[in-house]
T-cell receptor, first 116, second 108 residues
Framework: GAVVSQHPSWVICKSGTSVKIECRSL??????MFWYRQFPKQSLMLMAT?????????EQGVEKDKFLINHASLTLSTLTVTSAHPEDSSFYIC????????????FGEGSRLTVL | QKEVEQDPGPLSVPEGAIVSLNCTYS??????FMWYRQYSRKGPELLMY????GNKEDGRFTAQVDKSSKYISLFIRDSQPSDSATYLC????????FGAGTRLTVKP
């Protein structure tokens, strides 16, 4: 299957700082990338959908000024958690939709954020 | 009613058992059906992908889609302890929807 790489896989930061997480499709071009949040023992919660070259579409209840998403190219999307607080600590996962339009969705390995 | 219903379990079976995991859904527009396996603290891994109705087999895994009943299944034969994970069903047309995930433990 196609490979989606996420970086960093694990990050600890102080409250009030900003953290950037990268999501790259390594061997395919992604028209659309998705960002999810997952709390322990819970399913994935879609945060936003990003399309290359346009503004992200955020799900209801997700603060777009807090979770900045940039999809600058067909292989890279970034999620920046701004002014992070302990309640933002979570597992963030991205997924990418292939240009081939097969409907398959490939996930990154996830990034665990801990805000002290 | 949720768009996708999946029993969260937990489900515990002995090694070698046949495991049956299921999801039901309400949106008849879904065309693509997927099963993901997620180990703890890892991203979901695509296991099976099916377009429209039918069966698909890959090694010990068989995916079934019954669009008339809005019901999908994943069967795992000869289950192994390494199959212990959370299994997520997913389906989409334009939007993607996930089940809650079923936690499976295969005991040696």
């Amino acid at each position: 299957g196609a490979v989606v790489s996420q970086h960093p896989s694990w990050v600890i930061c102080k409250s009030g700082t900003s953290v950037k997480i990268e999501c790259r499709s390594l061997d395919f071009q992604a028209t659309t990338m998705f960002w999810y949040r997952q709390f322990p023992k819970q399913s994935l919660m879609l945060m936003a959908t990003s399309n290359e070259g346009s503004k992200a579409t955020y799900e209801q209840g997700v603060e777009k000024d807090k979770f900045l998403i940039n999809h600058a190219s067909l292989t890279l999307s970034t999620l920046t958690v701004t002014s992070a607080h302990p309640e933002d600590s979570s597992f963030y996962i991205c997924s990418a939709d292939s240009l081939a339009g097969t409907g398959e969705l490939f996930f990154g390995e996830g990034s665990r954020l801990t805000v002290l | 009613q949720k768009e996708v219903e999946q029993d969260p379990g937990p489900l515990s079976v002995p090694e070698g058992a046949i495991v049956s995991l299921n999801c039901t859904y309400s949106n008849s527009a879904f065309q693509y059906f997927m099963w993901y396996r997620q180990y703890s603290r890892k991203g979901p891994e695509l296991l099976m992908y099916t377009y429209s109705s039918g069966n698909k087999e890959d090694g010990r895994f068989t995916a079934q889609v019954d669009k008339s009943s809005k019901y999908i299944s994943l069967f795992i034969r000869d289950s192994q302890p390494s199959d212990s994970a959370t299994y997520l069903c997913a389906m989409r047309n334009n939007d993607m929807r996930f089940g809650a995930g079923t936690r499976l433990t295969v005991k040696p």
